[in-house]
């Protein structure tokens, strides 16, 4: 009788300890990336003031030289490449101050639903791509910072519209429950290669040609939804083998926020990562 009591105890211990492993495994991976948001964070305030002034003397005199040779072909292209450069600089040091600014949040209770629709009112929608909002919400309420939340879902939308270049199916899906609220982008595109997924959420990482993207979008997103204490995850396939392609990235918010004080300790680099989970 004791030796089957004995085999089931072990089993039932191996389970627990590969449930264990698996949650281990999975806090580990969310710390080191806020470890690395933090620590980007501390950089991007004092790097992107120290390129705003001298980025803004190129940018104003690459624009009067374009304004002074607006007929001389040759010098026009080369002042042409410079100012966008220069613009492209500077889009990359907005997306740094946004990144170093989510130490703070103004929470307001916010129709979800409404917020979702005024953003797609407001995104240009590329050919051959059909929209579908799929709205399950019956209570759409939820306090948060509504501007940072629309700067998550016009990130997300726009990721979703370039990843169908051919046109293809967008759709946003709205549920919840009491506690919390659930926004989900869903895309039909080319999908994201499996040894992408893990890098996504970092500060300058992007699969997009150079005109195309930064690559702070999504670390910003990542950023805003943590201070709201929710989370963002992502599901995708970019194999035809494995099914239909396409990404789709949900956004769990809690529908109460967080204590303001909470938000405002979040600033420092430790703090930040007791906030996580």
Known sequence: MCLPYTIERLRQTVQNLAVSKEK???TQQILV???KLASMGQLAAGIAHELNNPLGVVLMYAHM???E???DGPIKEDLSL???QADRCKKIVAGLLHFARQNKTTQQETDIAQLTEGVLRLIPITNGVTVRLVNELTDPLASVDRDQITQVLNNLINNALQAMPQGGELTIRLWGDEDEIRIAVHDTGMGIAKE?????FEPFFTTKAAEKGTGMGLAVSYGIVKMHRGNITVESNAGPSGGPTGSTFTVTLP????PQETLSQAAGN???LEMIE
């Open 24 to 26: 281990l495994a999975h």
């Open 196 to 200: 992408h997924l893990a890098k996504i």
């Open 65 to 67: 030289l374009l304004e």
């Open 33 to 35: 990336q806020a470890e």
């Open 270 to 272: 430790q703090d930040f």
């Open 69 to 71: 040779h607006a007929h």
């Open 255 to 258: 529908r109460h926020g967080a």
């Open 82 to 84: 410079i100012a966008a």
